[in-house]
């Protein structure tokens, strides 16, 4: 078992558990969706790094709440109704289809209805979670080890995020791309989003309808074979993929649109947290100072 606080967690080592996890993560946060009322950027809809794993946190059911919780340490999610309600299931090997259908009885169990639309989003050929028999894996060492990276990296985050007395995200976990993630604004409203890959153009324009730097932890995929951390404005300050930002190993990838920092780079240096916080706040800046953001109105001295 890892203890290292930031362990490695090389993409091809735990490729089809993070596949796996990726379609249970969204089934859990499709129920939140359904039954949580709507809020701005579709922040309603996350999920939240705990001591244990990831949560829902309570979501409403008539004069009840319920929440739902991955825990990474036991490696089981458990179900937790406020009339005292329980469930739990474990985080073992099994098919997105059966995982799905466990929740879904459990939920039943405790009189909790829970109707969702059942097809991931924003992921290339999406399978209806009824029918994936595809993805099965679950290796609980490595389902740690992104818990263990997600815990150190929230605990940076929300330190950066309360340097800022402006409209801020909380820091949390988006289950449609798998990401953390945490966004300042700057007040003003920003340009209709032109729209991004496998999502919805309503969805993307309520996420950006303000003008904000954005910042985040992503596992990989597709043309990017290891965990990154990266940074990005929209709309984007002419300048700003050609700022010089901090760590000297940070670029602006043409590819992704945002600045980039491999998770190994903050892992293997002297003092993560100071590097991690050197790339949020310099991006941030380089947004900030583009764009005419009033920082000292915005920032805490």
Avoid at 39 to 53: E, K
Avoid at 227 to 241: N, Q
Wanted: glycine content about 6%.
């Amino acid at each position: 078992m890892s203890t290292t606080a930031w362990p490695s967690l090389p993409l091809a080592e735990w490729q089809d558990t993070y596949a796996t996890l990726h379609m249970w993560t969204q089934i859990v946060g499709k129920i939140r969706l359904a039954r949580t009322p709507a809020m701005n950027h579709w922040w309603q809809v996350t999920l939240y790094v705990t001591s244990r794993g990831l949560t829902t946190s309570p979501i409403p059911d008539g004069s009840r709440t319920f929440q739902i919780d991955f825990d990474f340490i036991d490696h089981r999610l458990a179900i937790q109704a406020s009339d005292g309600g329980t469930r739990t299931l474990p985080l073992a090997p099994r098919s997105v289809a059966a995982f799905y259908r466990a929740l879904m009885a459990a939920l039943a169990e405790l009189g909790i209805a829970a109707r969702i639309w059942p097809t991931p989003v924003e992921i290339e050929r999406p399978i209806r979670f009824d029918q994936d028999e595809e993805h099965r894996s679950y290796d609980p060492e490595y389902a740690r080890r992104w818990w263990q990276i997600l815990l150190e990296s929230d605990r940076v985050m929300k330190a950066f995020r309360a340097r800022f007395l402006g409209k801020a995200s909380p820091v949390h976990f988006f289950w449609g791309a798998f990401d953390l993630a945490v966004t300042r604004f700057s007040g003003r409203k920003a340009p209709p989003h032109p729209g991004a890959p496998n999502a919805p153009l309503g969805m993307v324009r309520e996420a950006y309808s303000h003008e904000v730097s954005s910042c985040g932890l992503w596992p990989g995929g597709g043309p990017v074979p290891e965990p990154i951390y990266y940074a990005y404005a929209y709309p984007e300050p002419p300048g700003f993929k050609e700022r010089a930002v901090h760590p000297a190993e940070a670029f602006y990838s043409k590819d992704l649109g945002e600045f980039v920092l491999p998770y190994e780079v903050v892992r293997r240096s002297a003092s993560p947290d100071d590097t991690l916080l050197a790339f949020l706040q310099s991006t941030y800046e380089a947004a900030a100072d583009l764009a005419r953001w009033d920082r000292v109105g915005l920032e805490r001295t």
